[in-house]
T-cell receptor, first 113, second 115 residues
Framework: GAGVSQSPSNKVTEKGKDVELRCDPI?????LYWYRQRLGQGLEFLIY????????KSGLPSDRFSAERTGESVSTLTIQRTQQEDSAVYLC???????????FGPGTRLTVL | KQEVTQIPAALSVPEGENLVLNCSFT??????LQWFRQDPGKGLTSLLLIQSSQREQTSGRLNASLDKSSGRSTLYIAASQPGDSATYLCAVRKNSGGSNYKLTFGKGTLLTVNP
């Protein structure tokens, strides 16, 4: 596609459930990022993938959060046992080179009831 | 740790006014600074990117300036239009060292342009 796509666009879940968010980066982009935007806050870095290198997971807020990426394609962000404080917009971004600022997707709005 | 602050948090102006949004950052060792626009339910749209060696960038009615030594950037919007209503985000990228691929964002300025 022409841009970064994310699915679902909206997700409502109950506290304690697991959720999986998907990101399709721009074709050929080796670098992929996940950010989180909680209400009234700036975007927070979560995780970074670059090619086949070990991902930078330093921004993941707890061990309930994990992410995977297969090669240079789709990435999934999984949140286990969701809590109300996980409610946020989760944004994915990609770039063809880590030296270049990434393009952002539309985000997934997660609401945990 | 880099911190980015945007002032004001919200701004409401009548159509046609010129306006300035402010962004400040605590660590001047930046690689670049980027201004984004965010519309409800949509992702971030890049408006202007200023490299650390540059003083300003212009695109149409938008002009962004950078004073790296003082840790400040401004986004100037000329002749504002209702379609400019959105949240404007400022983000900086550190210059070197580990994890210099991360962007540090401010909380944004919510702009409303009234017809």
């Amino acid at each position: 596609g022409a841009g970064v796509s994310q699915s679902p666009s909206n997700k409502v879940t109950e506290k304690g459930k697991d959720v999986e968010l998907r990101c399709d980066p721009i074709s050929g982009h080796t670098a992929l990022y996940w950010y989180r935007q909680r209400l009234g806050q700036g975007l927070e870095f979560l995780i970074y993938f670059q090619g086949n290198s070990a991902p930078d997971k330093s921004g993941l807020p707890s061990d309930r959060f994990s992410a995977e990426r297969t090669g240079e394609s789709v990435s999934t962000l999984t949140i286990q046992r969701t809590q109300q404080e996980d409610s946020a917009v989760y944004l994915c971004a990609s770039s063809f080179d880590p030296a270049v600022n990434p393009f952002f997707g539309p985000g997934t709005r997660l609401t945990v009831l | 740790k880099q911190e980015v602050t945007q002032i004001p948090a919200a701004l409401s102006v009548p159509e046609g006014e010129n306006l300035v949004l402010n962004c400040s950052f605590t660590d001047s060792a930046i690689y670049n600074l980027q201004w984004f626009r965010q519309d409800p339910g949509k992702g971030l749209t890049s408006l202007l990117l200023i490299q650390s060696s540059q003083r300003e960038q212009t695109s149409g009615r938008l002009n962004a300036s950078l004073d790296k030594s003082s840790g400040r950037s401004t986004l100037y919007i000329a002749a504002s239009q209702p379609g400019d209503s959105a949240t404007y985000l400022c983000a900086v990228r550190k210059n070197s060292g580990g994890s210099n691929y991360k962007l540090t964002f401010g909380k944004g300025t919510l702009l409303t342009v009234n017809p």
